[in-house]
């Protein structure tokens, strides 16, 4: 039985995946959705703590560390999927030689993978909170989230989902997005390792994630990108979601 372990992006709780793991579960995988560190407790919770100073203290050096301990310690190499910085996430891990295969969704770039489509900066601007203390966590703000992540869906699933998935966010680890911890070496030969991208998607553009993609075109390995029309950032649970699961498990089923 192979074995999925999924990595949850910033800004939204675990529970993300409640849907994607039965679906797996159901196609006779082993499924893992480990909590980040300081966020095992239900969005509300997390919320009413905000700012959470445990939070705040997150950094992409310890993430790396975190997930990666998660991952060496199972018997086999897991195949990794991850949601916008669970995306890099994967990248970072498959770079370590950890995983025997890697689908990153709608994913956040590595440093120096860059776009200028305005959505992205309006949508980022305020997690990097970059003239405000670092030492206070980000809460995306319901107007924040329908735009972000949301646009598209109707005002009540867009109530609903934030009430039930958004959590206060590091602003440390956005900015590390940026640095030196969230390079990837795009020479390195790879295991096999898909891109998939929303074409609505507001904070994380398909054009962007196309440019992630094509950054390996000079490396050795399995490389594909799907853009999926109509899909927005909240893809995990966007009405139509099991078609995008129903294609990366066609995908994995022809190339792990």
């Given at each position: 039985?192979k ?7 910033c800004f939204v ?11 797996f579960e159901?196609?006779?995988?082993q ?6 560190p ?11 703590r905000h700012p ?11 993430l ?5 301990d998660?991952?060496s ?28 295969a890697?689908?990153?969704i709608?994913s956040?770039?590595?440093a120096?993978?860059?776009t200028?489509?305005?959505?992205f900066f309006?949508?980022?601007w305020g997690?990097?909170?970059?003239f405000?203390?670092a ?22 699933e867009?109530?609903?989902t934030?009430?039930k ?12 997005g940026?640095?030196k911890?969230?390079k990837?070496?795009?020479r ?9 991208a929303?074409?609505k998607?507001?904070?994380m ?13 000079r490396s050795?390995?399995?490389?594909e990108?799907?853009?999926f ?7 995990l649970?966007?009405?139509?979601w099991?078609?995008n ?12």
């Open positions: 039985m074995t999925i372990v999924f990595l949850t992006g709780h675990h529970s993300c995946w409640d849907d994607w793991k039965a679906y159901k196609e006779g995988y499924c893992i959705v480990p909590p980040w300081h966020k095992s407790e239900p969005a509300p919770v997390l919320r009413a959470d100073p445990a939070i705040a203290s997150i950094r992409l050096a310890d790396k560390n975190y997930f990666s998660i991952i310690s199972l018997p086999e190499k897991p195949i990794l999927i991850g949601h916008s910085f669970g995306g890099l996430l994967v990248q970072l891990m498959l770079q370590r030689d950890i995983a025997a890697g689908v990153a709608h956040v770039p590595p120096g993978v860059l200028f489509e305005p959505s309006r949508s980022t997690p990097l909170g970059l405000t203390s030492s206070k966590t980000f809460l995306m703000s319901l107007s924040q989230w329908q735009y972000a992540f949301t646009n598209g869906l109707s005002l009540r867009q109530q609903e934030y009430d998935l958004v959590l206060p966010e590091s602003k440390r680890l956005a900015r590390d940026l640095g911890e969230a990837i070496d795009f390195k030969p790879h295991v096999p390792l898909l891109f998939v929303g074409e998607d507001h904070i553009p398909a054009s962007l994630n196309h440019t992630n993609y094509k950054k390996y075109s050795e390995g399995v490389l990108y799907k853009l029309p109509g899909k927005t950032h909240s893809v649970g966007q009405r139509g099991e078609g699961a129903a294609f990366i498990h066609q995908w994995l089923k022809k190339n792990v």
